[in-house]
């Protein structure tokens, strides 16, 4: 039951009515009546809400930042529903449309599109569609929800994406596909081909020359079919709010760009999302499937506020790969964390693997230091050195340990992490 | 897809769930009600038949209905002026009755009267010839030193307050010989009972010496009595355009303020009537990641924490020249000055204070030693 201005007017009326003609109880009955009557009226001769019937169509999928629409099927069979629909989503769902005015006479159908510009990743249900269908009169009406479920999931930017084509430029430089015929660790017997004048002599092959009786030279590439395992930190750590979003959604970022990278280099990519348990988990998928299947398992994820458990990390990670492998784990770089929970327990993942640990740094502590007008900011400056100075002492801890170490801000975290992981491929370290 | 889609009963889902809750609770309400109206007490304040209260009446009351007497508790005039043959009449006093309220119940022929502590209106109406003489008696024991049937037996009696004079064919009982409590007089064919110590007739005082037996003789006259309390209105809702001027408000706005507060209600039920609940949502919590260092920063300022800020920035500053001069990470102090004190050309002596020296003692030392350090790094970086 909902009634409208127009109800409010009318009583309103009313009071001018009993102040200036029935000054009695009389005259205030016959304005409630009136109003009651007229209300009532309007009510029976609303059409239903409840009788609408109603489905979904469109998005089931977006990138964050950009638009989804979501149709909504509405089919009339009883009296004409005049008024007002509103789609309900959840806040960081982020509907763009006003409630739809609708007035959808008795047998038709209508299509009423909702856009959604999710603010936030994982996956938005839609709440409710309550239609309010005022009455012939437009005093009073009647209101009613239906359930039509349908989910929109946000996903993971992947922002760094402008940075892959520069990349794979140099990929194709090591790759052999530009003049890079070189042995060397790292690389790999590719072929034989008959040699052309300005090639490298040390790379004949006298033995198949011998055997064809013209000149052949053997080519190489580099190593193909690694594997890489993404492990993601999905703790606390990645909890901070960086710039404008966690350290987690700059680690998925770089996660991303790094598994886009290593599929076009032939190698395996497994992800993983664990905090003190497994929150993603993507096994060596087929390569055309590697993004695809890396954006949906990410998009539910979010930083639990729980210390990480890196016995869990460590034991999944080893559980997993089989051969020497590249283990990339994006977390923070708290000295204690580190010192505490991680290196007591990294030791066999060193022995069998290349680890890789990426950290996502806060421009605001550079900030801080570099500020310096008065006490306040020397102090904050101080406290911004001391946290620096304790980043460094734990890289340094990390590297003798023989963990690769990349610390950057959130604009350059993904691509300095592509880029490590080509100069590992060209030092041939994994 | 159906109408399944629908959340929430449809309206006659609703009443059939709903109609017998609501039946049980029309009949409770109602049940309340009848009892409420039933029991309810039709009279209340002091000397009130109804009233518990030490200064209430209910105990003279209820032994009345023992002896038989049929008491009707009243705070309506109306109730007062009705026939009143063969019955008895009492008024409790206050209330504001005015001369023609008075007038009205001498008019309506009752048997007996009984005045409580009556004002000198009534006294003039009901009682012609008894005067209040404006003297307040002891309370006391006191002898009714009458021969009024009623008082004599009921022997000495606790009486206090109104004294009256009385003109000689009344009797007078309970005085000091020339004012009296309790004055019985017959006029124009019914009698006038004019008590100055109603006081003794209720609950706190009824139990002590004779009270009981006199109020019992003097009330038990007839089966039936009215128990009138005035009350303070009565003599407006009474229609009586001598006293009281016209209201300050006039009527109308009443009528008006309902209508108005209706129109309000319907208003209300227009804005209030939302589309749809609110959704709620799961939010993540957001920490800034600079938060701990931040809070680090407030921990040094608030416990002037001068040597270790002085550290942090040194060791600071000593990396940023071991980058720039390409000093071996583990050089010592000595050497780190004599690099530096070479390349930039400033004296070695007070570049070891400034490196290698004490904490800051002061707020402005720690200022000065910022800048000194910032000046140093600076200069390394643009050589």
């Known amino acids: ?430 | 897809m159906s109408a399944t889609t629908a959340v929430g009963r449809s309206g006659a889902e609703s009443w059939r769930v709903l109609r017998l809750p609501l039946l049980i609770t029309c009949v409770v309400v109602l049940g309340v009600l009848v009892v409420l109206i039933a029991t309810a007490a039709r009279t209340s304040g002091p000397f009130s038949p109804d009233s518990a209260e030490p200064t209430g009446a209910r105990a003279l009351a209820s032994l009345l209905e023992n002896h038989g007497v049929n008491v009707v508790g009243t705070e309506e005039l109306r109730d007062a002026v009705g026939a009143g043959s063969d019955r008895t009449l009492l008024v409790a006093p206050g209330g504001s009755l005015s001369r023609s309220d008075w007038q009205r119940i001498a008019d309506a022929r009752w048997s007996h009267v009984v005045l409580l502590r009556p004002s000198a209106r009534a006294l003039e109406v009901l009682a012609p010839g008894v005067q209040d003489v404006s003297l307040g008696l002891p309370k006391g024991s006191r002898a009714p030193d009458c021969d009024l049937k009623a008082a004599v037996q009921s022997g000495t009696a606790t009486v206090s307050g109104t004294s009256y004079s009385a003109p000689d064919s009344a009797q007078a009982c309970y005085g000091d010989g020339i004012n009296h409590t309790v004055i019985r007089l017959e006029t124009e064919g019914r009698i006038v009972d004019v008590i100055g110590s109603p006081r003794s007739f209720t609950n706190a005082e009824l139990a002590t010496d004779g009270n009981a037996a006199l109020a019992l003789n003097l009330l038990g006259t007839h089966l039936e009595l009215v128990w009138y309390v005035p009350q303070y209105e009565s003599s407006n809702a009474s229609g009586d355009e001598n006293d009281g001027g016209k209201p300050l408000i006039p009527p109308d706005v009443r009528y008006v303020a309902w209508a108005l507060a209706f129109a309000v209600f319907v208003v209300a039920l227009w804005r209030g009537r939302r589309l749809g609940p609110v959704v709620a949502e799961r939010l993540p919590v957001i920490v800034h990641a600079a938060e701990t260092t931040e809070g680090r920063a407030r921990l040094y300022r608030r416990s002037r924490a001068r040597d270790r800020a002085a550290a942090a920035l040194r060791e600071s500053a000593i990396g940023k020249l071991h980058k720039a001069h390409g000093i071996p990470r583990r050089a010592e102090p000595a050497a780190v000055v004599t690099t530096v004190a070479a390349r930039t050309g400033r004296d070695p002596a007070m570049l070891y204070e400034l490196l290698y020296g004490w904490p800051p003692v002061d707020d402005a030392a720690l200022m000065s030693l910022s800048q000194e350090l910032d000046l140093l790094t600076q200069e390394v970086r643009r050589p």
């Open chain 1, 1 to 430: 039951m909902v009634v409208t201005g127009r109800a409010g007017a009318l009583a309103a009326a009313g009071v001018v009515f009993v102040a200036l003609l029935m000054p009695r109880w009389a005259g205030v009955g016959v304005v409630v009546a009136v109003v009651v009557l007229v209300c009532l009226v309007d009510i029976l001769l609303a059409g239903s809400p409840r009788r609408l019937q109603l489905s979904r169509e469109g998005d089931t999928a977006v990138r964050l930042g950009e638009q989804a629409v979501v149709t909504l099927l509405v089919a009339n069979p009883r009296r004409r529903v005049k008024g007002l629909l509103r789609d309900a989503w959840p806040p960081s769902a982020g509907v763009q449309d006003a409630p739809h005015q609708l007035d959808l006479p008795t047998g038709e159908r209508r299509r009423l599109t909702t856009h959604l510009v999710p603010t936030r990743r994982g996956d938005r249900q839609a709440y409710r569609v309550t239609v309010r269908s005022i009455g012939p009169l437009g005093f009073a009406g009647r209101q009613g929800s239906h359930n039509v479920p349908w989910t929109v999931r946000a996903l993971p930017p992947f922002k760094s994406r402008k940075h892959l084509p520069s990349r794979l430029a140099r990929l194709r430089e090591l790759d052999g596909r530009t003049a890079l015929l070189v042995r060397g660790q790292g690389t790999e017997f590719d072929s034989l081909r008959d040699y052309v004048p300005g090639d490298d002599v040390r790379s004949i092959d006298w033995r198949a020359t011998a055997r064809r009786g013209n000149v052949v030279l053997r080519t190489w590439r580099p190593e193909r079919d690694r594997q890489v395992a993404i492990v993601i930190d999905s703790g606390r750590m990645s909890a901070g709010r960086v710039g404008d979003a966690p350290r987690l959604d700059h680690a998925m970022d770089a996660a991303l760009l790094l598994a886009a990278l290593a599929t076009r280099a032939g190698d395996r990519v497994s992800l993983l999302a664990c905090d003190s348990e497994v929150r993603a988990d993507v096994r060596r998928p087929a390569p055309e499937d590697v993004l695809p299947s890396f954006v949906n398992a990410l998009a539910n994820v979010d930083a639990e506020l729980v210390q990480t458990d890196f016995r869990v990390v460590v034991s999944q990670v080893l559980e997993r790969l089989g051969q020497r492998s590249l283990v990339v784990l994006l977390t923070g770089l708290d000295p204690a964390v580190i010192e505490e929970s991680l290196l007591p327990v990294i030791g066999p993942l060193l022995r069998r693997h290349v680890v890789v640990l990426a950290s996502v740094a806060d421009p605001r502590l550079t900030e801080m230091e570099e500020s310096h007008a008065d006490l306040i900011e020397i102090y904050g400056a101080a406290s911004a050195a001391r946290t620096r100075l304790d980043r460094e002492r734990v890289t340094a801890v990390l590297t003798r340990a023989g963990v690769t170490v990349v610390d950057e801000n959130p604009d350059h975290i993904a691509p300095a992490l592509a880029d490590t992981y080509l100069a590992l491929k060209k030092a041939g370290r994994l």
